[in-house]
């Protein structure tokens, strides 16, 4: 009987071989799935960006050609004015909805004042993403960069409408930032935490992201345009 036991048992030389091959396989593998996860969660970003877009689409369609704005809290901005044509229902700048369901970047949510807080008026400013406030609305009444018209944006496919928006991490406190969508050229540059760029929704609605090159070179300029991506008028 012992001796069968024997021919069959582990030795401990053996069990220490099996585990440290586990462990080596393991730290082959954890790599590869972390990219898998990552990679998950910035086409979910790209997904939020799109319905976004489609909520875009159908307030302009419902509000004669008119786009949302940047806006102020429990007034007129693009979270509100989306969530009202997609939701058909009033939503103050308290709401859990602003910083969730598709106003929810699946990579900012470990980001300090990203997170949702129970009646706070800031929370329209949460969740990660913001509107291209400079050149496609930024306050009602504001010379130059009042509301806009569809029709006013000559190239939609290469136009910024809203992206990963302003991250904490350097310091960026709840405010402005979280809603609006800063140009390039800024020191703190927006939305760096896809790893390849930074992610889009684009003025025909499509999805895509741009490199943090492609954002910052000579103030994202092309065609002798700065500011190329996100200038209405080019």
Not at 198 to 216: K, Q
Request: with cysteine.
């Amino acid at each position: 009987m012992k001796g069968r036991l024997s021919e069959t048992s582990f030795t401990l030389i053996e069990l220490l071989v099996v585990i440290a091959i586990i462990a080596i396989l393991a730290s082959m593998l954890l790599p590869a799935l972390n990219k898998a996860r990552e990679r998950g969660k910035d086409i979910s970003c790209k997904s939020n960006l799109k319905q976004q877009g489609v909520g875009v689409t159908l307030y302009s369609d419902s509000y004669n050609d008119w786009l949302p704005i940047m806006g102020l809290p429990n007034k007129e901005n693009w979270k509100t004015e989306i969530l009202t044509i997609v939701s058909q229902k009033p939503v103050d700048s308290t709401a859990k909805e602003y910083c969730s369901g598709i106003f929810k970047c699946p990579t900012a949510v470990a980001i300090p004042n990203v997170r949702y807080v129970a009646g706070d008026i800031n929370n329209f400013r949460r969740g990660g993403y913001g509107w291209n406030y400079n050149w496609i609305g930024y306050y009602p009444g504001v010379s130059g960069r009042d509301r806009k018209k569809l029709v006013q944006v000559k190239k939609p496919g290469q136009t910024v409408f809203a992206g990963d928006a302003e991250s904490p991490e350097a310091g960026v406190a709840i405010g402005e930032r979280w809603q609006g969508l800063y140009y390039p050229g800024i020191a703190d540059m927006q939305g760096l935490r896809h790893g390849h760029g930074i992610n889009f929704l684009w003025g025909d609605g499509h999805s895509a992201s741009l490199s943090t090159g492609e954002c910052t070179l000579n103030y994202g300029r092309i065609n002798g345009i700065n500011y190329y991506y996100w200038e209405i008028d080019k």
